[in-house]
């Protein structure tokens, strides 16, 4: 079992940056480093929206409505993707999720909140 768990998030103003981290848990069977990761987030009222994901080897995909803006990476060192957030806007205010995915399995975490506001 994968156990997913977000950090990072918080109440900023627009224009700041936030860095969120998501770290994976599991058991001996379970190596990060054989996981897909992504980023999704999820507004009030909207549905989960793809952010970003990684593969094993590092090669991203961003979405477009954030990129330039938000950057996703991975330490396999230490079991961790990262999500810089850059120059926030209101709109990017939601719930951000970590999920990790193989051929065999997703997981998700449990969330973590970001409010961009003035």
């Known amino acids: 079992q994968v156990q997913l768990v977000e950090s990072g998030g918080g109440l900023v103003q627009p224009g700041e940056s936030l860095r969120l981290s998501c770290v994976f848990s599991g058991s001996r069977f379970e190596r990060f480093q054989t996981y897909f990761m992504g980023w999704y987030r999820q507004a009030a009222g909207k549905q989960r929206e793809f952010i970003a994901r990684?593969?094993?080897?590092?090669?991203?995909n961003t979405a477009d409505s954030v990129k330039g803006r938000f950057t996703m990476s991975r330490d396999n060192g230490k079991d961790t993707v990262y999500l810089q957030m850059n120059s926030l806007k209101p709109e990017d205010t939601a719930v951000y999720y970590c999920?990790?995915?193989?051929?065999?399995?997703?997981?998700w975490g449990q969330g973590t909140q970001v409010t961009v506001s003035a």
């Open positions: 999920q990790a995915y193989s051929n065999e399995a997703e997981y």
């Open positions: 990684i593969s094993s080897g590092g090669i991203t």
